[in-house]
């Protein structure tokens, strides 16, 4: 007995026999009415119907409307779905398909060493930032600012006192010399600040672990009971 062939139409279709998403996140309704749309003869009926498209994938999409000209995207990726081969009136400059596949530039690296490890590459930068400032009041309130700041930080991992001196001291090594320090310069007295918090802190922790002990299982008696 012959077996009898299924119609073409009601014939199962699966993944692997499709043509692959270009963008998943529209899935693949939103790409075959962009590729129906695409062969439209009309010019003026594309129009119509890309408009009509464009509304939908953006309520597929709802967190394109936080960025910043999030239509203009929208065109871009009807554009790259129908792999740049769609005719229509776009309201924005069409993107070529090279621009979607030049590869990102390289972040630019820091390659000079962090000089004194306990104030980090941001201290660093930030003092070679004031050594390039002309010398002004303005320049004399940032150099205390960051000798402020300094203190907070040796404090916080070195547990000892440190005096005024001792800062300016590795803000003017770290700027080769270019930093000037004033007779009348004076840092804040944060060393009963930075004992508190670090007090603050242990007893939080303290606290953390009372509670995990609270937590733990009471053990049973013989017969099943507690």
Known sequence: MESRKEPEHLMTEYNTQRKKLVMPEYGRHIQKMIQYVTNIEDRNKRNEQILALISVMGDLNPHLR??????????DHVQVISDF????????????????????????????PVRIMHYGRNIQNMIEAIALRPESEDNDELIVALGNF????????????VTDEFIFRDMVALSNGRIKIKPEMRLANVQNEVIQEM????????????KKKKKKKKKMTPGGSF
């Open 85 to 112: 081969a769609i005719d229509i009136d776009c309201p924005y400059p069409i993107p070529s398909r090279e621009s979607f596949h030049e590869k990102p530039a390289r972040l630019p690296h820091a390659t000079t």
């Open 150 to 161: 300094m203190k907070r930080e040796y404090l916080l991992w070195n547990k000892d006192s």
């Open 199 to 210: 007090n603050r802190s242990t007893n939080f922790t303290d606290v953390g672990k009372k």
């Open 66 to 75: 936080d960025v910043e000209d999030f239509k203009h995207k929208l065109w």
